[in-house]
């Protein structure tokens, strides 16, 4: 009989991320939106202002591929429209009249989500999110790379100490 391994961060916050996930787009079916959870942040972040791929990866946990890459679905769904700016490098982003519809459809739903978000973390005793902030600060100030570097070294060092008569 095998047993489990020890899950990883990452697999952990992947499988954390695929399950949030799929109880977003099951709500989103139940609300009639054909919609996709990757729309969210994008969306957010142009209702707070951002007009540009710059400003929404500055307003968001997100890479500008990734955000290049939403943008492109949302202007292919019709949500979503570019438009030239007085920085000829740059083109502006603003909502079509189908993605004004759907922000308004779906700000009533955000507001739920963030009440089940602070039930869940009621439930596990924790301030998740908070949790994951302070997690991204402390990955932003010294990489995992630097941390797996350092972890390796320490570990060689205690080996060797252990290995000396």
Avoid: C
């Amino acid at each position: 009989m095998r047993t489990r391994t020890q899950p990883g961060l990452g697999e952990l916050l992947r499988y954390v991320s695929e399950l949030v996930d799929q109880g977003a787009e099951a709500q989103y079916r139940t609300l009639n939106l054909n919609y996709r959870a990757r729309y969210t942040p994008v969306l957010r972040a142009i209702d707070a202002g951002a007009q540009t791929v710059t400003d929404i990866t500055a307003r968001t946990h997100l890479t500008q591929g990734a955000v290049s890459q939403t943008i492109a679905l949302m202007t292919t769904d019709g949500l979503l429209a570019r438009r030239a700016m007085d920085d000829a490098r740059k083109s502006g982003i603003h909502l079509t009249p189908k993605g004004r519809a759907l922000l308004k459809k779906l700000q009533p739903h955000w507001d739920v989500t963030f009440a089940a978000i602070a039930a869940l973390e009621a439930e596990i005793g924790h301030p998740l999110r908070a949790a994951l902030e302070a997690t991204t600060a402390a990955l932003e100030r010294e990489g995992f790379a630097a941390r797996l570097h350092a972890a390796a070294a320490s570990a060689k060092d205690g080996q060797e100490n252990t290995d000396a008569p």
